[in-house]
């Protein structure tokens, strides 16, 4: 069975910019969460989606947003990027919601804010 | 404010020694609490707590937790170099299923 994909794996955008990241999960799986990872945060909670619909949302401001397909792939877009959002961006599947009854992390996608 | 601790932040043993790694939370509606192991790459599923006192096994890894505490602890024994990594601590709560990440223990494993 394939693992968690993310596309692209690496980025660099400047200022101002936005940018749209991709994560197709394990298939069959129907949760795909969204993490930051930086070194001084360490992993933080973005959003976690389910069958199309967003489940819950963590503390980031409007300029994060994600969306779900119906074949589970999830997007997340960052607007307006500024210096700080440079981070590891992960996502991870699950079969069902709450990362129940294992989360599954995709490789990453290096965003850098120049 | 929820939140997950976790200590010691760094620590360097000799292989074959044994390491206890914890993590405290304060969360509301707690639901389960997890720990994964990340190297240079993305973390991977170690261990999914819901229950008191009930040890989780693998290997040389065990985890253990304490609801009434509220902490855990994640046991390696006989370490090996293979062992150094970042651990990471998580806990998910009912209300909405929000995970809380931990800082990590990073843990380095020295021949």
């Known amino acids: 069975k394939a693992g968690v994909t993310q596309t692209p794996r690496y980025l660099i955008k400047t200022r101002g910019q936005q940018v749209t990241l991709s994560c197709s999960p394990i298939?069959?799986?129907?949760?795909v969460s969204w993490y930051q990872q930086t070194p001084g945060q360490g992993l933080q909670f973005l959003f976690e989606?389910?069958?199309?619909?967003?489940?819950n949302k963590g503390n980031f401001p409007g300029r994060f947003s994600g969306r779900q397909f119906s074949n589970s792939r999830s997007e997340m877009n960052v607007s307006t990027l500024e210096l700080g959002d440079s981070a590891l961006y992960l996502c991870?599947?699950?079969?069902?919601?709450?990362?129940?009854?294992?989360?599954?992390f995709g490789p990453g996608t290096r965003l850098t804010v120049l | 404010e929820d939140k997950v601790v976790q200590s010691p932040l760094s620590l360097v043993v000799h292989e074959g020694d044994t390491v206890t790694l914890n993590c405290s939370y304060e969360v509301t509606n707690f639901r389960s609490l997890l720990w994964y192991k990340q190297e240079k790459k993305a973390p991977t599923f170690l261990f999914m707590l819901t229950s008191s006192g009930i040890e989780k096994k693998s290997g040389r890894l065990s985890s253990i937790l304490d609801k009434k505490e509220l902490f855990s602890i994640l046991n390696i024994t006989a370490t090996q170099t293979g062992d150094s990594a970042i651990y990471l601590c998580a806990v998910v709560t009912n209300t909405g299923n929000q995970f809380y990440f931990g800082t990590g223990t990073s843990l380095t494993v020295i021949p």
């Open positions: 298939s069959g799986h129907r949760s």
């Open positions: 989606y389910f069958s199309e619909t967003q489940r």
């Open positions: 991870a599947s699950s079969l069902w919601a709450g990362g129940q009854p294992e989360q599954f």
